[in-house]
């Protein structure tokens, strides 16, 4: 069993910053690599950034220069700093990992369950 736990979603103005957070907890051996995505409602839900277990980053087009995604590994915790939000940034964002359970033959990805970032005009 392997849980994501998101936290730090919110409703902030445009041009604000918001820092998500999400922790992995359960029979984990390792993780590999971690991500962002969002949905808008009715919109397909799109990856905003990935991490590897090295910290090698890469990003939505609209995101570069404005997120970061960072990790802490022995926390087993990714987070993703969002500054110059703009209302087009709102959606449920959702924390996704690529985890070895320790006694598992294979990788397998998980969800967290969401959180919603609301930026207003």
Same mark, same amino acid.
């Given at each position: 069993?392997? %849980?994501?736990?998101?936290?730090?979603?919110?409703?902030? !103005?445009? $041009? $604000?910053?918001?820092?998500?957070?999400?922790?992995?907890?359960?029979?984990? +051996?390792?993780?590999?690599? *971690?991500?962002?995505?969002? %949905?808008?409602?009715?919109? %397909?839900?799109?990856?905003?950034?990935?991490?590897?277990?090295?910290?090698?980053?890469?990003? =939505? /087009? &609209?995101?570069?220069?404005? +997120?970061?995604? &960072?990790? /802490?590994?022995?926390?087993?915790?990714?987070? @993703? !700093? *969002?500054?110059? =939000?703009?209302?087009? /940034? #709102?959606?449920?964002?959702?924390?996704?990992? /690529?985890?070895? $359970? +320790? @006694?598992?033959?294979?990788?397998? #990805?998980?969800?967290?369950?969401?959180? %919603?970032?609301?930026?207003?005009?």
């Amino acid at each position: 069993q392997v %849980q994501l736990v998101e936290s730090g979603g919110g409703l902030v !103005q445009a $041009g $604000g910053s918001l820092r998500l957070s999400c922790v992995a907890s359960g029979s984990i +051996f390792s993780i590999n690599d *971690m991500r962002w995505y969002r %949905q808008a409602p009715g919109k %397909q839900r799109e990856l905003v950034a990935s991490s590897t277990r090295g910290g090698s980053a890469n990003y =939505l /087009d &609209s995101a570069k220069g404005r +997120f970061t995604i &960072s990790r /802490d590994n022995a926390k087993k915790e990714v987070y @993703l !700093q *969002m500054n110059s =939000l703009k209302p087009e /940034d #709102t959606a449920v964002y959702y924390c996704n990992a /690529d985890v070895l $359970g +320790f @006694l598992t033959s294979r990788l397998r #990805t998980y969800w967290g369950q969401g959180t %919603q970032v609301t930026v207003s005009s």
